[in-house]
């Protein structure tokens, strides 16, 4: 089980529960880099942009004619924000859930960064594997469902996330 953004092409190889929460994948910057300004995606091509492998960014990204050349491509997320802080990278996809998270992992604040471009709205689900059956997603479903409605994700959102 994990927790990912659900994509088109990711739909079929997994079993689905959600949506857990929507977000806006944002590209993001180091405040100090006032440099950096992007007014359409082709101006990424100027930047060296942080991505996890295989992830939805890097697929959006090459979609949309950001050059692969652009793109330092990582195998944990983790990385693309700390090659962003530390100024090896110009910029970083993320959320601000993920990022404060991740952020809060390296020691480091959130406040350092600021938003440079939005990329696009996600919904991030629980992928299961395929094989699980139907009556442990159901069960599932309804018990996110359940605590949707009594307000417990939103109060939780808020206890992690107290400065979104």
């Not at 990278?89 to 350092?112: C, H, M, T, W």
């Not at 709205?121 to 629980?126: A, E, H």
């Amino acid at each position: 089980m994990f927790v990912v953004n659900k994509t088109a092409a990711r739909s079929p190889n997994f079993k689905w529960v959600g949506p857990l929460f929507e977000s806006n994948v944002y590209l993001y910057r180091l405040k100090q880099r006032s440099d950096i300004q992007i007014n359409s995606l082709t101006d990424l091509n100027a930047y060296r942009i942080g991505v996890l492998r295989g992830g939805a960014v890097e697929d959006y990204l090459l979609k949309k004619g950001v050059s692969r050349s652009a793109l330092d491509l990582h195998s944990h997320s983790e990385q693309h924000l700390s090659k962003l802080l530390v100024g090896r990278n110009d910029l970083a996809p993320g959320d601000e859930i993920d990022f404060y998270y991740q952020a809060k992992k390296v020691g480091r604040d959130i406040s350092e960064l600021t938003r440079a471009y939005r990329l696009y709205s996600s919904q991030y689900y629980l992928a299961l594997n395929i094989e699980t059956s139907d009556e442990i997603v159901l069960r599932l479903q309804t018990a996110l469902d359940d605590l949707i409605e009594e307000g417990y994700r939103d109060q939780l959102i808020e206890q992690l996330f107290p400065s979104l």
